[in-house]
């Protein structure tokens, strides 16, 4: 890339995962830097724990769409994203789908995770579907964002299986675990500019 990752995450709820990518940063096995922190939720626990590390963060209201960001409020993010020098956006549980502008605006420097094994179980509560399907293994995907849900170029997976005696709940929770490990790892290769998209393939180059 060039320049230093300047990391801009988008949250709706506890930022477990934004979290876990600031403790890489001061792990120093992340060279990046979380430089905002947005959400349309109000009263969301991300805005506490930018708080607490000193991460300029806000709330800025994703209406009058309910589950995307389009629009005017997507001009909105976008601005202040740029505003704070964001090269690489962040989706860390952030329950809305963006849209082109958000794209056009960070080409192939959209990633988001998400709670399965893409292609499987894309969509909501995915740990819940993988557990009705009765698979034997579940897990996490980072990804680039496309234009549609949950389908961007791959990354980073993590397999997490499926006990005997799961619940929604504690399979859920074994998968944030991994989570938590995939993202830096993909953000490490990112910042490293390790990555190449060559069609629905990403390919990761060796360290120079």
């Not at 995307?68 to 090269?87: D, F």
């Not at 509560?125 to 680039?144: D, M």
């Amino acid at each position: 890339m060039g320049e230093k990752l300047k990391i801009g995450v988008l949250g709706s709820g506890s930022g477990s995962n934004a979290q876990s990518i600031v403790d890489a940063i001061a792990a120093d096995t992340l060279d990046a830097k979380v430089v905002c922190v947005l959400t349309d939720v109000e009263d969301a626990r991300i805005l506490e724990r930018a708080a607490k590390h000193g991460i300029p963060a806000r709330y800025i209201s994703g209406a009058p769409y309910k589950t995307k960001l389009e629009g005017e409020a997507e001009q909105e993010y976008i601005r202040v994203l740029k505003a704070h020098g964001v090269n690489c956006v962040v989706l860390a549980g952030f329950m809305r789908i963006v849209k082109s502008a958000m794209l056009a605006a960070f080409p192939n420097r959209v990633l988001n995770i998400h709670p399965a094994l893409l292609p499987a179980f894309p969509g909501v509560a995915s740990w819940k579907q993988a557990l009705e399907y009765g698979t034997r293994v579940a897990g996490c995907t980072v990804h680039f964002v496309d234009e549609n849900t949950d389908t961007g170029p791959i990354i980073v997976q993590r397999a997490v299986p499926v006990e005997p005696g799961d619940t929604p709940e504690t399979l859920h929770a074994r998968i944030q675990v991994e989570e938590h490990k995939a993202y830096p790892e993909a953000l490490r290769l990112l910042a490293g500019d390790r990555l190449r998209i060559v069609g629905r393939r990403v390919e990761i180059h060796p360290a120079q």
